[in-house]
């Protein structure tokens, strides 16, 4: 009987192990509305820019099929994919296939999108300098943009 408790609280404690390298390294956040893109995203704002840090750092979490509308930011942008897969498009670029221990470097002034694949949702730390102005927002992707292969 002892060996079969043995194996039941070991089997727990690997599962529970398991279950913790899953969980997200950050909270979720709240959901945004839908202003500025298609489909459900959550932003989490973990570190605002202030007067000593100049930039913030937010984590977005997108389900699959969301992404944002084309944006630039003026002082650029730097993204880390944590989780997932997604897609990032530059202007008059083909659209590129970014996953999880990416980094997307985002240069200041160019009009891009980034979203999760139809399959595959996507979570990403973002950070933009605050001092160079906020991000200025133009149209929506369209399907046919979103959906275009290479």
Not at 111 to 123: L, N
Not at 124 to 142: E, F, H, N
């Amino acid at each position: 009987m002892r060996l079969v408790w043995s194996a039941i609280l070991l089997i727990v404690g690997l599962t529970t192990q398991a279950e913790a390298q899953n969980a997200p390294i950050f909270p979720k956040g709240e959901k945004a509305a839908n202003v500025h893109h298609v489909g459900n995203v959550w932003l989490n704002e973990i570190s605002p820019a202030d007067s000593t840090f100049a930039f913030g750092i937010s984590v977005a979490t997108m389900e699959r099929g969301a992404r944002l509308d084309w944006h630039k930011h003026p002082g650029g942008q730097i993204l880390l994919i944590t989780e997932g897969t997604g897609y990032y498009q530059e202007r008059g670029k083909p659209k590129q296939t970014v996953r999880k221990g990416e980094v997307v470097k985002c240069q200041p002034g160019v009009e891009h999108w980034h979203g999760a694949t139809p399959t595959t949702g996507v979570t990403y730390l973002a950070t933009s300098p605050a001092l160079d102005g906020k991000t200025i927002w133009l149209q929506r992707v369209s399907d046919a943009e979103y959906s275009k292969t290479n």
